[in-house]
């Protein structure tokens, strides 16, 4: 299982982003998936999750009305649509999800995609 993660950049604060998590060797649609995020000295933070089973969705107060998760499934990928970004979300933004291996929960974890929000 693979997850790569792409679409980070430099952008000023309000700008939007779209972040991509492409998998291989798994099936995401079979999967709930999570993206976090990690900034320089703090703890790694829960951003939003997708629901394998019914798509449901959920965001922290901190991002809720302005980040949005969605799956590709002919892509096998999942979308986190980041609008009016802030200085204090610049972190590495990256993609988690738990998969079923002969009945046990293996957790992976994408590399990271950075993103820098600063005027």
């Known amino acids: 299982v693979q997850l790569v993660e792409s679409g980070g950049g430099l952008v000023q604060p309000g700008a939007t982003l779209r972040l991509s998590c492409a998998a291989s060797g798994v099936s995401l649609d079979f999967y709930s998936v999570a993206w976090f995020r990690q900034a320089p000295g703090k703890q790694r933070e829960g951003v939003t999750c997708?629901?394998?089973?019914?798509?449901?969705?959920f965001y922290p107060d901190s991002v809720k009305g302005r980040f949005e998760i969605s799956r590709d499934k002919a892509r096998n990928t999942v979308y986190l649509q980041m609008n009016s970004l802030k200085p204090e979300e610049t972190a590495v933004y990256l993609c988690?999800?738990?998969?079923?291996?002969?009945?046990?929960?293996?957790?992976?974890w994408g590399q990271g995609t950075q993103v820098t929000v600063s005027s």
């Open positions: 988690y999800v738990v998969v079923m291996d002969d009945g046990e929960p293996r957790e992976y």
């Open positions: 997708i629901s394998s089973s019914d798509g449901s969705t």
